[in-house]
């Protein structure tokens, strides 16, 4: 049972536009506070954006101002708009949702990834 599922990457000049999807279940989506997350070449996992359940957000410095992140609850779909691309934000982009849950405490799912890369 797939919870996650992302899509967009893909190859972009530098100073380019993209857009990633993350699908998540009906259930999930309704529940969890959601984020994007990104790995590049030997390099740690870095938080990119959040985005609560009640629509607050948040962005790491290096993407302030360039990144949006949404969701869409009609369509139970997570959003990363990015924009002014660098060649720095190469790297296999992954979305992760975490839903509390009253007797279980948190549910946390991570979807497949999805490959950005920005190079002319």
């Known amino acids: 049972q797939v919870e996650l599922v992302e899509s967009g990457g893909g190859l972009v000049q530098p100073g380019g536009s993209l857009r990633l999807s993350c699908a998540a279940s009906?259930?999930?989506?309704?529940?969890?506070?959601m984020a994007w997350y990104r790995q590049a070449p030997g390099k740690e996992r870095e938080l990119v954006a959040t985005?609560?359940?009640?629509?607050?957000?948040s962005y790491a410095d290096s993407v302030k101002g360039r990144f949006t992140v949404s969701r869409d609850t009609a369509e139970n779909t997570m959003y990363l708009q990015m924009h002014s691309l660098k060649p720095d934000d190469t790297a296999v982009y992954y979305c992760?949702?975490?839903?509390?849950?009253?007797?279980?405490?948190?549910?946390?799912?991570w979807g497949q990834g999805t490959l950005v890369t920005v190079s002319s």
């Open positions: 992760y949702a975490r839903a509390a849950v009253s007797v279980e405490g948190y549910v946390e799912r």
């Open positions: 009906r259930r999930l989506f309704r529940l969890a506070d």
């Open positions: 985005i609560t359940n009640g629509g607050s957000t």
